[in-house]
C-alpha cells in the first residue's frame, strides 16, 4: 500500500473506534437512525444503551477489519 492510503486508513480507524466508543458509554446515540427518528415515548420502549452497545461492537469489528486489511493479513478475495 502507499502511504497515503495507509494514513487515509488510520484516519478512518480512528474515526470508528471514537464513534464507537462514544457509542459503547451510551453516547452520542443520535447517530443512530433508529434511535434519532423515533419519539420519546418510543425511545422509553427500546433500550438505546444495548442498541450503542451492538453498533459500537459493529464499529470495533470494522475497525479490526481495517486494520488486518493496511497491513495486508487478510486474503485479497475477502474485499474484491
Given at each position: 500500500?502507499?502511504?497515503?492510503?495507509?494514513?487515509i486508513?488510520?484516519?478512518?480507524?480512528?474515526?470508528?473506534?471514537?464513534?464507537?466508543?462514544q457509542?459503547?458509554?451510551?453516547?452520542?446515540?443520535?447517530?443512530?437512525a433508529?434511535?434519532?427518528?423515533?419519539?420519546?415515548e418510543?425511545?422509553?420502549?427500546?433500550n438505546?444503551?444495548?442498541?450503542?452497545?451492538?453498533?459500537?461492537?459493529?464499529?470495533?469489528?470494522?475497525?479490526?477489519?481495517?486494520?488486518?486489511?493496511?497491513?495486508n493479513?487478510?486474503?485479497?478475495?475477502?474485499f474484491?
Amino acid at each position: 500500500m502507499v502511504t497515503s492510503e495507509i494514513c487515509i486508513s488510520f484516519i478512518i480507524i480512528f474515526f470508528f473506534a471514537l464513534i464507537g466508543i462514544q457509542l459503547f458509554r451510551g453516547k452520542w446515540l443520535m447517530l443512530i437512525a433508529v434511535y434519532n427518528t423515533s419519539s420519546k415515548e418510543e425511545r422509553k420502549k427500546m433500550n438505546g444503551k444495548n442498541l450503542g452497545k451492538l453498533f459500537a461492537c459493529l464499529l470495533f469489528f470494522l475497525c479490526l477489519l481495517l486494520v488486518l486489511q493496511t497491513f495486508n493479513l487478510l486474503s485479497p478475495g475477502i474485499f474484491s
